[in-house]
């Protein structure tokens, strides 16, 4: 059987392969040989019958070598070039060709760099580390905040990087596994720790609130799947409970201060009664309006908006499509949705084609920051959410943004590259692959 086993393991080129499929394949022969041997066999005969029966080996390692490889996801990494190509278009009205190039241009290089070698980095490391990588980042975000330069209450790279918690999530989630509702009350605490270490060191609430509903999306995902153990309606139920008390807390917040003059309440009201409001904080909102209002499918050309007023700023926050919209026209706005919805639908369907678990939980990490800033980036150039920190990918100006969206599609690409190599589930796919049904049983 080893020999069998060794020749067949051959054939496979992928050397991470190899392990999982001899173990597999281990276990199938031991099946037909205990079946052989309850019909009267003797042990050793029943084995070599067993070996016989699965057939040739270098044609079966052959089959299983078209299983088992490492694979490149083409039409992500299309749409990832085709993004990155517009996001720089998007940004010609606001800033001079040069100096976009210079700077966002050399930002976007260096982020297919980070991308390329976080791909070829095995992600299920994330599964080895994941605690430990919570510490080291949890305990350099708090010496940032109280060393680093600090801008309004905040700390520009952390404001995104931060972001990386949610991937690392996946790794605590998986160690986790198995450990029932210890698991989920872990899983819980990490999740409220996550949230007010990035309200201190970002100061961006929406930030700390697309972190915490991702987590939390995460945890319960991890439950439907059964990762702590068969109890679902309970894990889920005690989940539930431990959400709606902060957020019944900060709903009640911004109810009982509303008729204050705070920062968060006056953007909330700005955005609710941007008329009323249009000399101050919801010019922005009336802006927005305006040019949506007026948009024609080809744009007006100018990089200026109204009476002369300069559209750069517009990058940093995140209206760079809204401003290529005015200055080039609707026909570009329609572009950038065809193409982020794509994103998002490859994104979605690299999570539930995994079979692995680590490899679910990673790839979901990932597919949920990037569906998230999606979202709320959409709705904010359409002037249907407030104003705030949008990282729209591609289309974000700013090197800590591109750096973070590196890190997460190197790591959503490097999920689908294992698929195929890293599975809990590969017994049917073996026996599948069997010449002629050998194997199966007499």
């Known amino acids: ?177 198995m450990k029932g509702y210890r698991a989920v009350i872990i899983g819980l605490v990490v999740t409220g720790v996550t949230c007010l270490a990035t309200t201190y060191c970002s100061a961006v609430l929406w930030v700390t609130v697309n972190i915490g509903v991702s987590m939390i999306v995460m945890l319960l995902s991890a439950i439907g799947k059964g990762m702590f153990g068969s109890r679902k309606k309970s894990m889920i139920a005690l989940v539930a409970a431990a959400v709606l008390l902060p957020a019944s807390v900060l709903v009640w917040q911004i109810c009982a201060s509303w008729r204050g003059e705070s920062f968060r309440v006056m953007r909330l009201k700005a955005f609710l009664y941007r008329e009323q409001y249009a000399s101050g904080a919801g010019y922005i909102y009336n802006v927005i309006d305006d040019i949506l209002r007026n948009a024609r499918f080809v744009g007006t050309g100018s990089s200026k908006y109204g009476n002369g007023i300069e559209l750069a700023p517009a990058a940093n926050s995140g209206l760079a499509p809204l401003m290529s919209i005015y200055t080039y026209g609707l026909i570009v706005g329609i572009l950038l949705l065809v193409l982020l919805a794509a994103l998002v639908f490859r994104a979605v369907k690299i999570v539930y084609g995994q079979k692995n678990q680590l490899g679910f939980l990673v790839s979901m990490a990932c597919m949920l920051v990037i569906c998230l800033n999606c979202v709320e980036g959409i709705l904010v150039n359409a002037g249907l959410f407030p104003t705030t920190i949008t990282l729209i990918p591609f289309l974000a100006y700013g090197g800590s943004a591109t750096l973070m969206y590196a890190v997460l599609f190197g790591l959503l690409l490097g999920v689908y590259r294992y698929e195929k190599v890293y599975t809990e589930e590969t017994s049917a796919s073996f026996s599948n692959k069997l010449p002629n049904g050998h194997g199966q049983g007499e």
């Open 1 to 177: 059987m080893e020999e069998f086993i060794r020749t067949l393991t051959e054939q496979i080129r992928c050397a991470k392969a190899r392990a999982g499929v001899a173990r597999e394949l281990s276990d199938h022969i031991m099946d037909q040989t205990e079946a052989y041997e309850q019909s009267g066999m003797e042990h050793d005969k029943a084995v070599a019958r067993a070996v016989r029966e699965m057939g040739d080996p270098v044609e079966i390692g052959v089959s299983m070598d078209r299983i088992h490889h490492p694979q490149v996801e083409w039409r992500m990494l299309l749409l990832i070039l085709a993004l990155s190509a517009a996001g720089l278009f998007c940004m010609t009205p606001m800033y001079p060709v040069e100096e976009l190039l210079l700077h966002q241009g050399i930002f976007v290089l260096v982020g297919f760099a980070v991308t390329a070698v976080v791909y070829f980095i095995d992600y299920s490391i994330i599964g080895r580390i994941g605690v430990a990588a919570y510490i080291v980042m949890t305990v350099a975000l708090v010496i940032g905040r109280n060393y680093m330069h600090v801008i309004n209450g905040r700390i520009p790279v952390m404001s995104i990087l931060v972001y990386l918690y949610v991937p690392i999530f996946a790794g605590i989630l998986y160690q986790l596994r």
